[in-house]
């Protein structure tokens, strides 16, 4: 048998240690299917005495990660530091400047600096990888930069938050409004004490951005992600999209055509029969379009100490066996620089609900705005009379712009019986 | 770049013309992924004037595909001639003698001499990939192989044949009787001719025989794969199934505990909510549970050129890049022998129906026969009344052993008022 790999873990946060657990009770195997040994020689965190459930002082202690990179004996370093810049980054450029691997979970990093990282990890001859960083334990990267390698990707779709999908889970089985089902989540750990990140879409943008940029081959391009998150949800809109026969989920979205690649992170309304609305509580989905292989569906536990310490196996395996891939699926500098569509060239269908005071003539004004904005109805709703009160106002549109959309939605707003800004919900096809 | 890598294509119908179609047709784009080109140099197949729609002039023929195998100017053999001896099994020894690697889709010639075939690969140096082989354009045997080598997997679950999917999908949706689907799949082409691989599981079979030795690590065993088909299914069957919340699903299903691995395909019932009842028509999916990554799904196309195609090309791309993996993920030499244990081992809950005639007693005596067994019910259904004629009686079980079941099962086959012999289906967790 070969040397065994060495290892060098940054980060001994829950997925550090679940990864630490992971590569000691299953050493065996591992061995078995890498043809040596996974030994971890070196750790790194910001407090070596906190009691993590896992034994780390057979490990080279390092209080600085970034000196641990340059100068431990290691051939791959695991970065689960997180953060977009600062010492995870300094991790990742350490490792290849000694010519080590990085095996990463950070979005967060590669989302900002992965064109620029890959580059650096070519030109040192090393891997860059981080199958951990998307969708948790569901082999996603692999699959769209080796197993559907035959096909050109034309359209993903994925949860990639289970946190968003816990609570819209649970908003809609039941009933309750967001922020109590937020505040529970975060009781329960499935949401951050600042669950920011989470919430707004920005943890889904930087995993679309990857995504998108392994399956387009195209530079890593987080800027040119729309992004919108959860919190304006309603437990009314999640009801009326049932009875419209939808769900809402908060989807990363990623398709490419000949003007370039439209990349968005936004709550959408799905058939209720779509693969992805199954996706449920906190697990994650991702579906695949290719013009070979048609749809394929990958769901599991996006997140957790075991889901992501089984990725980052996964990827420190592929490296004892020398098994390399191209960051992003192709060369760096031969990603392309497609250009990233902004929002207002969106087209689709739309679910738009108003509260409108209930008297005649409200719905003739919310009517005429949009017939003067070249925008048709497929179905309107007014379930509730509360004659001179507030009540709800439900539409759906065919298929229009979003240009066209937010003008119209400016100008409704304007109308004096509207009495909140409208809430408007993509619907997808799914 | 690096010089191309030369492949030779031996059985040219729709999976082969599929391929050749792919690799011209994506050839920029591969060689980008593979950092080299895909050259086709050699093909064969039994008639070479035939219109395949791909153009084959360009290539060298060969009327003996093991000649090809052994002679041909190429570093990779793809074998599409299908059957698990003959030619197929004589053209992967050839390119393994001749240092070539091999590309196949062949799911019977590698349940019936896989783990011989990967000593042999082995021992050449060469890779032996099978992608195609599995659930067509779904990577999942690199999923298992390689995005979930953390894990010890417990226990899988698919569908892992798209014919009978479609036709029980069609009972399901339309009243029909199997017959009758299964003519009109025929007309659709979504069955062959002789059916009856498809229909009585032995596919299924083969499939989850290769999953099962890459899940576990152990010798493929064909043999010990527990085999039943659809076609006793009755339309009367799925309306009860959909009655008592299930769905019927033909199921490959491989489980390995400390005494063994159970190996079975045979149709279940399924949670109606379950991920795999989701799969429907054409499609497969396969639902792995690993002991960090919990549950995984996948789902895509099970077959047709374009996903096998896809797969192939796949499998092409790794013997470009220099990915090697072991056939079933560990060295042929390591690949336990842990032993398939017989379908009576197995436990679990028991759909039973029974053609009997409608008069005072006859459950008397049904309820005494499994009393006798220790097989204790779930819900009994009689709906229709029709006195002195033969009527369907529907019982579920708790959980009991197979042989117990099949005790009870002929014990009330003897009793004089039942009509038919009882119609028996497995319910599964799903």
Redesign the interface.
């Known amino acids: 048998m070969t040397a065994p790999l060495k290892i060098a873990i940054a980060g001994l946060g829950t997925v550090g240690a679940?990864t630490l657990k992971?590569l000691d009770e299953?050493a065996e195997?591992?061995a078995?299917?890498?043809?040596r040994r996974l030994q971890v020689t070196a750790v790194s965190a910001r407090n070596r005495n906190l009691d993590r459930g896992v034994e780390i002082s057979g490990f080279q202690w390092f209080d600085d990660a970034v000196e641990m990179a340059r100068s431990a004996e290691a051939n791959a370093v695991v970065e689960l530091i997180g953060g977009s810049d600062g010492a995870a980054k300094a991790v990742c450029e350490a490792a290849f400047e000694s010519g080590r691997h990085v095996v990463t979970a950070n979005k967060a990093l590669l989302a900002h600096h992965g064109t620029d990282l890959a580059a650096k990890a070519e030109a040192a001859g090393v891997s860059l990888t981080y199958?951990a960083a998307v969708a948790?334990?569901?082999?996603v990267i692999?699959?769209l930069r080796?197993?559907?390698?035959?096909?050109?990707i034309t359209r993903l779709h994925g949860i990639l938050n289970g946190t968003c999908n816990y609570i819209l889970t649970t908003m809609r089985e039941t009933g309750r409004d967001f922020d109590d089902v937020l505040a529970e989540a975060q009781q329960l750990g499935y949401a951050e004490a600042d669950p920011t990140f989470d919430i707004e879409g920005v943890d889904a943008a930087h995993k679309l951005a990857l995504l998108s940029s392994v399956a387009f081959?195209s530079r890593v391009d987080f800027d040119g992600v729309y992004t919108e998150g959860i919190s304006k949800i309603a437990a009314m809109d999640i009801q009326y999209a049932e009875e419209l026969g939808y769900r809402i989920k908060l989807l990363g979205i990623a398709e490419m055509n000949h003007e370039g690649i439209h990349q968005r992170v936004h709550p959408a309304m799905v058939p209720a029969d779509a693969?992805i609305a199954?996706v449920e509580g906190v697990f994650n989905?991702v579906v695949t379009e290719?013009?070979?292989?048609?749809?394929?569906?990958?769901?599991?536990?996006g997140a957790g100490a075991?889901?992501t310490?089984?990725?980052?196996?996964?990827d420190?395996?592929?490296i004892a066996?020398?098994?390399?891939?191209p960051t992003f699926?192709?060369?760096a500098a031969?990603l392309s620089a497609t250009p990233s569509l902004p929002m207002d060239r969106h087209t689709g269908p739309y679910y738009v609900r108003l509260m409108v005071i209930d008297k005649p003539g409200v719905f003739a004004d919310i009517a005429a705005t949009l017939r003067d904005a070249e925008i048709s109805f497929e179905s309107v709703l007014q379930r509730s009379r509360e004659p001179g009160g507030v009540v709800p106002v439900v539409l759906t549109t065919h298929e229009t712009s979003e240009a066209a959309m937010q003008r119209a939605l400016a100008a409704i707003e304007a109308i004096e019986a509207v009495r909140e800004p409208p809430h408007m919900i993509r619907i997808e096809r799914g």
Chains 1, 2 share one sequence.
Request: hydrophobic share 40%; glycine share 24%; proline share 7%.
């Open positions: 679940g992971l299953q195997l591992l078995l299917r890498a043809g199958e948790g334990g569901i082999p692999r699959a080796e197993g559907l390698a035959g096909n050109r081959g693969p199954a989905g290719g013009d070979f292989v048609g749809t394929t569906v990958l769901e599991g536990r075991g889901p310490a089984s990725a980052v196996a996964a420190l395996v592929d066996c020398g098994r390399h891939a699926g192709v060369p031969t």
